[in-house]
Nanobody
Framework: QVQLVESGGGLVQAGGSLRLSCVVS????????MGWYRQAPGKQRELVAS???????NYADSVKGRFTISGDYGKSTVSLQMNSLKPEDTAVYYC?????????WGKGTLVTVSS
């Protein structure tokens, strides 16, 4: 069973920064895609950023230029650096591993951005 544990959430003022980290309990394969999703109250979960072992990254339009995903496949970790945070970034952030079409999720970490 693959377990993912997020950390780094919290309360921050608008314009501030936070760094989220995720540790995966088992080895991450080169074919795995790592990512971060978020779910705001009353909204559907949405992709924030994703990363492949080849270094390809993908970002939601709403976070481009502000958020940066990074990962270490050898250490089974993935991080999300979030800068210039906005109140609309408030959500529970989830770490995700997609392996051969199967999704594995962490329990999430809450990020609250005050105006």
């Amino acid at each position: 069973q693959v377990q993912l544990v997020e950390s780094g959430g919290g309360l921050v003022q608008a314009g501030g920064s936070l760094r989220l980290s995720c540790v995966v309990s088992r080895s991450i394969f080169s074919r795995d895609m790592m990512g971060w999703y978020r779910q705001a109250p009353g909204k559907q979960r949405e992709l924030v950023a994703s990363l492949t072992s080849g270094g390809y990254t993908n970002y939601a339009d709403s976070v481009k230029g502000r958020f940066t995903i990074s990962g270490d496949y050898g250490k089974s970790t993935v991080s999300l650096q979030m800068n210039s945070l906005k109140p609309e970034d408030t959500a529970v952030y989830y770490c995700n591993i997609n392996r051969f079409g199967m999704d594995y999720w962490g329990k999430g970490t809450l990020v609250t951005v005050s105006s």
